[in-house]
């Protein structure tokens, strides 16, 4: 529990608080994508000029921030949550993150992030499930 608190702090400080990832608040400006796959096409299309860096940052770094989200969670909960709940929960978390950042005009509001997010938590979550499984496996 203290490890999932932990890691939700740093969630939202890089999703809300940092400036290095570009949350500075612009007045009176609203900053959104609805139009799926349209960023990750962009990136992907402009990865020469932009650098793998940044590409990887965008992509990958919205998927590698969700996968604790899906592997704490099923580790956490009474119940064991199941896939389909923990991705749901993955998707429902993003979505609150990504209206957040439209209404406080911090960062944007893009359905790809939602997309990628909800990608990491259930790889987290498929990454829970094999740990489980060669734990349990080393235990018989």
Excluded at 42 to 53: I, Y
Excluded at 73 to 84: A, D, E, Q, V
Aim: glycine share 8%.
């Amino acid at each position: 529990m203290i490890t999932f608190a932990l890691y939700l702090i740093a969630l939202v400080y890089f999703l809300f608080f940092s400036e290095s990832y570009g949350r500075t608040v612009v007045a009176n400006t609203y900053h959104y994508n609805l139009i799926p796959f349209k960023e990750i096409r962009r990136f992907w299309d402009n990865r020469a000029l932009l650098g793998a860096q940044v590409v990887f940052t965008n992509l990958f770094g919205n998927v590698i921030a969700f996968m604790p989200f899906g592997f704490f969670l099923p580790l956490i909960t009474k119940r064991r949550s199941g896939f389909g709940n923990t991705v749901l929960l993955a998707f429902c978390s993003s979505l609150l993150v990504e209206l957040i950042q439209l209404l406080c005009r911090v960062g944007a509001f893009d359905v790809d992030d939602m997309i990628l997010n909800t990608l990491g938590g259930a790889l987290g979550c498929i990454l829970y499930y094999i740990c489980h499984w060669i734990r349990r496996a080393v235990r018989e």
